[in-house]
């Protein structure tokens, strides 16, 4: 009878012992098979929650199966205390091991914010205070042509007022380096010259390969002491420094508005920029085309023909306004 009872005894034992290494190897396997989720999920993990809440939050929306199992299985590998928080990105059929190495390496979901070119500060601040990931104000309002046009990357929970100093940093520096490359006959006396002519040049045209040449057409008005009469510069001054929309195309009579920006009464560069000019239009500013001409018009097409005389300018001109009156009304 001793005999039995101690063989009863150690097959017992056997059996838990097997059991237990069974319970094992099921959690190592569910740990590293596919998991539950259908879809790529996005889930924000706040700071400060515990491991177990963590796996619930994982739980409700199905990125894992068994929370419990997932708490297990990161105390046993040792990757319970690498989980970071922040916003991530799961993919689908993710296992509970890949969703630990992903907690634990901190790749949250980077967000972007395309910046374009030509855009006032107010503008920006605009875009930046309705992104949604970002947190906290925007801060002192940036001032005009401060801030650099560009792709800026962050992550959710990031600073509205610290991507607003980035852009700063980045326009500064762009800047910088734009009047240090400058041709060594341009007209201009300081960087904050070059940010000014480099705004017009970006509202008169979206070409590319016509910005230096726009440049240059204004940079031989001021070397000759002409008014540069660019329309942008009015318009600033009648939409309260692009602060509200005109509404309508400029006329004869807005040339004549009250503004220091009105490069139709008041010679030179006005007294700040218009707009947020990109790298491009930086340097068109400080290395512009060498050209002859001192008249540009639109040609009705987004481009622009060139001139180097007033009455070929007024050809020009009188072309467009052909080609305008022929215009179906619809395109008018």
């Known amino acids: 009878m001793g005999a039995g009872r101690g063989l009863g005894g150690v097959l017992a034992l056997l059996f838990i012992v097997a059991g237990g290494i069974g319970a094992v190897a099921w959690a190592w396997r569910d740990y590293n098979a596919p998991g539950p989720l259908t879809r790529t999920e996005t889930l924000v993990l706040p700071r400060g929650d515990t491991v177990a809440g963590l796996s619930q939050r994982l739980a409700q929306v199905g990125i894992i199966a068994h929370p419990w199992l997932f708490v297990a299985d990161l105390y046993l590998s040792g990757d319970a205390r690498a989980l970071k928080a922040g916003e991530y990105r799961f993919a689908a059929a993710m296992s509970p091991a890949a969703i630990a190495r992903l907690l634990a390496s901190g790749k949250v979901v980077e967000h972007r914010l395309t910046v374009p070119e030509g855009l006032t500060s107010g503008e920006v601040v605009a875009m930046v205070a309705a992104a949604p990931a970002l947190d906290g104000a925007v801060g002192t309002p940036p001032s005009e042509g401060s801030l650099l046009p560009d792709t800026y990357f962050f992550v959710r929970g990031d600073r509205r007022d610290a991507l607003i100093a980035r852009m700063r940093r980045a326009m500064s520096k762009t800047l910088a380096e734009a009047w240090a490359s400058r041709a060594p006959d341009v007209p201009l006396t300081a960087p904050a010259d070059a940010l000014v002519l480099a705004s017009i040049v970006e509202k008169e045209t979206a070409k590319a390969a016509e910005r230096p040449h726009i440049a240059g057409i204004y940079l031989n008005r001021m070397r000759l002491g002409m008014k540069l009469q660019a329309d942008p510069t009015v318009l600033y001054a009648l939409t309260d420094h692009g602060a509200k929309p005109l509404g309508r195309p400029l006329d004869h009579d807005d040339l004549a508005v009250a503004s220091p920006y009105n490069t139709y009464l008041h010679p030179g560069l006005p007294p ?25 018009v639109s040609d009705g097409s987004g481009a622009h023909n060139f001139a180097r005389t007033l009455d070929q300018q007024n050809r020009n001109i009188n072309t467009l306004r052909k080609q305008q009156a022929t215009r179906p009304a619809e395109e008018k």
Not at 274 to 287: T, Y
């Open 272 to 296: 700040g920029p218009i707009a947020n000019p990109g790298k491009a239009a930086l340097l068109a500013a400080v290395r512009p085309e060498k050209t002859d001409d001192l008249y540009f």
